[in-house]
């Protein structure tokens, strides 16, 4: 079992950045591809960036393309999830998953019903 922890979110201004950290234990993430994702309040949990455990090919949503950046650091089994030039939609919980269920083909498509583990959130606020 893997158990992921997120880390770093607040409130801040629009504009500004963040970085989100989910700190994995219980076993190495170092062969998991893992992916971010939000959930708003009233709306469904969405993708928000993946990087696979490979070559770190990294796919991100068309609304946070450009401002944020997903990494890895095996040695610290730690994913980053890099937020520049925050907008009020960013708002919302943000959540780490790792691993891919078996049969999973696609990172770049992976839902979240696609990923086996998750963190328990991390909220970010964004105001005007």
């Known amino acids: 079992q893997v158990q992921l922890v997120e880390s770093g979110g607040g409130l801040v201004q629009a504009g500004v950045s963040l970085r989100l950290s989910c700190a994995a234990s219980g076993r190495t993430i170092s062969r998991y591809s893992m992916g971010w994702f939000r959930q708003a309040p009233g709306k469904e949990r969405e993708f928000v960036a993946a990087i696979s455990w490979s070559i770190g090919n990294t796919y991100y949503a068309d609304s946070v393309k450009g401002r944020f950046t997903i990494s890895r650091d095996n040695a610290k089994n730690t994913v980053y999830l890099q937020m520049n030039s925050l907008k009020p939609d960013d708002t919302a919980v943000y959540y780490c998953?790792?691993?891919?269920?078996?049969?999973?083909?696609?990172?770049?498509?992976?839902?979240?019903?696609?990923?086996?583990?998750w963190g328990q959130g991390t909220q970010v606020t964004v105001s005007s």
């Open positions: 998953a790792g691993k891919l269920k078996p049969g999973v083909l696609s990172l770049s498509r992976a839902a979240d019903s696609d990923y086996e583990y």
